[in-house]
């Protein structure tokens, strides 16, 4: 297969096991002129085991806006780059987009070399459904804010899916226990592709205690699939962040919380540090 010219390829790498590259990829990877590449150490191993020797760029967060000129006068010259990340496909939490977003608004070809993404493989395997689901990424790391997140995706219906560092992921498991109750489904994908992959699947209590006994469970990649909301509770119908707001029109942040938890059954310290950010967010806008 020849690559064309002045021609973007986004292409997908291996998110663990190097046999998941296809063939379509390593066609691609030879026949480009330049390898764009989040991290060119990270990528060299891979590219020398395909017998793959192209000169590469560095793509990363931290030089995205220059780097994504510099492919650009490239492309304008008629060369034809292909984008790669560390692993999977570039873009799903990976650098890129302000790439393909320009490329686009030029003109340039952007061709998709599909491929892995540990957001596809664990949807997969995890046995929740599919049909409709929804990507959050990585979870803010203050708490504060990540609990902010997860309220704003206690309605949701769908199957949830989250990346999360092996180091937080006790953090944002019990977050989500807090947050989404004892009871409610999570799937923890761990190292898929790889020698040590795991899907557990528990209630969001016993996957806090299991992660928690369980230092494997705390190594490694994972994904976090939360499943949808299936039970249409009246705590629902007025979301905590509604309920808290009401209760501080008229209340101080330490009662409203405590009525709030008497109301809602969940636990006064997480309401509490909810109220005083809804309060202190309230007064800044009054500011
Ligand atoms: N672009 C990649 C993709 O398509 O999957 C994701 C890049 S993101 C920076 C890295 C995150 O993906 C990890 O923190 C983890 O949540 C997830 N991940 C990557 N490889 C994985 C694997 N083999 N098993 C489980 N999760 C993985």
């Given at each position: 297969m020849s690559t064309a010219t002045a021609t973007l390829y986004v292409v997908a790498t291996p998110?663990?096991?190097?046999?998941?590259?296809?063939l379509r990829a390593i066609d691609v990877l030879r026949g480009v002129d330049r390898i764009a590449a989040e991290d060119t150490r990270h990528s060299r191993p891979l590219l020398d085991h395909l017998g793959i020797h192209k000169p590469l760029l560095a793509l990363h967060e931290h030089n995205e806006d220059a780097a994504t000129r510099q492919v650009l006068d490239l492309l304008r010259a008629g060369e034809s780059i292909a984008l790669i990340s560390d692993?999977?496909?570039?873009?799903?939490?990976?650098?890129g987009f302000p790439l393909v977003r320009a490329c686009r608004a030029e003109g340039f070809a952007v061709a998709a070399v599909p491929g892995p993404s540990a957001l596809v493989a664990a949807l997969s395997v995890s046995?929740?459904?599919?049909?409709r689901f929804r990507f959050e990424g990585f979870l803010p790391r203050r708490q504060q804010a990540r609990m902010a997140v997860l309220e704003a995706l206690r309605r949701e219906t769908a199957t949830t899916v989250f990346y999360e560092s092996s180091h937080r992921v006790l953090d944002t498991v019990t977050d989500m226990r807090d947050v989404f109750g004892a009871d409610r489904v999570l799937v923890l994908a761990r190292e898929?592709?790889?020698?040590h992959e795991t899907v557990l699947v528990l209630p969001l209590a016993g996957m806090c205690e299991r992660i928690a006994t369980d230092p494997?469970?705390?190594?490694g990649e994972c994904v976090l699939l939360l499943s949808g909301n299936r039970t249409p509770d009246e705590q629902c119908l007025v979301g905590v962040d509604d309920l808290l707001t009401m209760l501080l029109e008229e209340l101080s942040v330490k009662q409203a919380a405590a009525l709030a938890a008497r109301i809602t059954g969940r636990k006064r310290n997480m309401l509490y540090q909810r109220a005083l950010a809804l309060s202190a967010d309230a007064a800044s806008k009054a500011d």
């Amino acid at each position: 297969m020849s690559t064309a010219t002045a021609t973007l390829y986004v292409v997908a790498t291996p998110i663990g096991n190097r046999d998941d590259i296809t063939l379509r990829a390593i066609d691609v990877l030879r026949g480009v002129d330049r390898i764009a590449a989040e991290d060119t150490r990270h990528s060299r191993p891979l590219l020398d085991h395909l017998g793959i020797h192209k000169p590469l760029l560095a793509l990363h967060e931290h030089n995205e806006d220059a780097a994504t000129r510099q492919v650009l006068d490239l492309l304008r010259a008629g060369e034809s780059i292909a984008l790669i990340s560390d692993a999977g496909t570039p873009l799903i939490s990976d650098p890129g987009f302000p790439l393909v977003r320009a490329c686009r608004a030029e003109g340039f070809a952007v061709a998709a070399v599909p491929g892995p993404s540990a957001l596809v493989a664990a949807l997969s395997v995890s046995g929740l459904p599919t049909d409709r689901f929804r990507f959050e990424g990585f979870l803010p790391r203050r708490q504060q804010a990540r609990m902010a997140v997860l309220e704003a995706l206690r309605r949701e219906t769908a199957t949830t899916v989250f990346y999360e560092s092996s180091h937080r992921v006790l953090d944002t498991v019990t977050d989500m226990r807090d947050v989404f109750g004892a009871d409610r489904v999570l799937v923890l994908a761990r190292e898929l592709t790889k020698l040590h992959e795991t899907v557990l699947v528990l209630p969001l209590a016993g996957m806090c205690e299991r992660i928690a006994t369980d230092p494997d469970q705390q190594r490694g990649e994972c994904v976090l699939l939360l499943s949808g909301n299936r039970t249409p509770d009246e705590q629902c119908l007025v979301g905590v962040d509604d309920l808290l707001t009401m209760l501080l029109e008229e209340l101080s942040v330490k009662q409203a919380a405590a009525l709030a938890a008497r109301i809602t059954g969940r636990k006064r310290n997480m309401l509490y540090q909810r109220a005083l950010a809804l309060s202190a967010d309230a007064a800044s806008k009054a500011d």
